[in-house]
């Protein structure tokens, strides 16, 4: 069966420090993979997706990145965090290729900038 | 763009039935979808609904879509403490492989 992780659970940041967080899937090849960032209480904002390693698609202009280096990897970058950045982080995959793209999410990664 | 609107809040007793609601403005999409949230968790799939379907049901969980209002609702039947939660539709993104969720509803059952 598909497990999807992510890591840290939990963090505390100050403004201005670097962030990287990581998903992992596993028990499938070749996802799509998405990352979305939900304030308090708040919707869905889809952040980046890839469909395979290296592309990257970035959905809202702002100072993340993401990366894809391995096939079941997917990281979330700042090299600089603002105040703004604080949130909830979720992690998704979905199969790739099937015409039916329901997506399967991780515990997410609650973020806070001081 | 595509919208997808959801009602934020609801409120029902334990035992009751709960409805929630979803609108969306564009009808080209194949598979619309339900997603939990429980508190400081991430999102699980509920159900899910294939584009030529009026209705779905499966256990206490019933969804239905009305393609020519473009509204999609999720019914609890005999709903539940553990029920409480935010609740999500989402529809495809036709061609993009992504999906448009709505606001999210949150649903408190109180006994």
């Known amino acids: 069966s598909q497990t999807i992780h992510q890591w840290p659970a939990t963090l505390v940041q100050p403004v201005g420090s670097p962030l990287s967080l990581e998903c992992t899937v596993e028990?499938?090849?070749?996802?799509?993979l998405y990352w979305y960032r939900q304030a308090a209480g708040r919707g869905l904002q889809l952040l980046f997706y890839s469909v395979g390693i290296g592309q990257i698609s970035s959905e809202v202009p702002q100072n993340l990145s993401a990366s894809r280096p391995q096939d079941r990897q997917f990281i979330l970058s700042s090299k600089k965090l603002l105040l703004s950045d604080s949130g909830f982080y979720l992690c998704a995959w979905s199969g790739a290729g099937s015409g039916q793209y329901e997506q399967y999410f991780g515990p997410g990664t609650r973020l806070t900038v001081t | 763009g595509e919208d997808v609107e959801q009602s934020l809040f609801l409120s029902v007793r334990e035992g009751d039935s709960s409805v929630i609601n979803c609108t969306y403005t564009d009808s080209s999409s194949t598979y619309l979808y339900w997603y939990k949230q429980e508190p400081g968790a991430g999102l699980q799939l509920l159900t899910y609904?294939?584009?030529?379907?009026d209705m779905k049901q499966d256990q206490r969980l019933t969804v239905l879509l009305n393609k020519k209002d473009k509204h999609l609702s999720l019914r609890i039947a005999d709903t539940q403490t553990g029920d409480s939660a935010i609740y999500f539709c989402a529809k495809e993104n036709t061609g993009f492989q992504k999906l448009v969720f709505g606001t999210g509803t949150r649903l408190l059952v109180s006994p």
């Open positions: 609904i294939f584009s030529n379907m």
């Open positions: 028990g499938t090849s070749n996802p799509n």
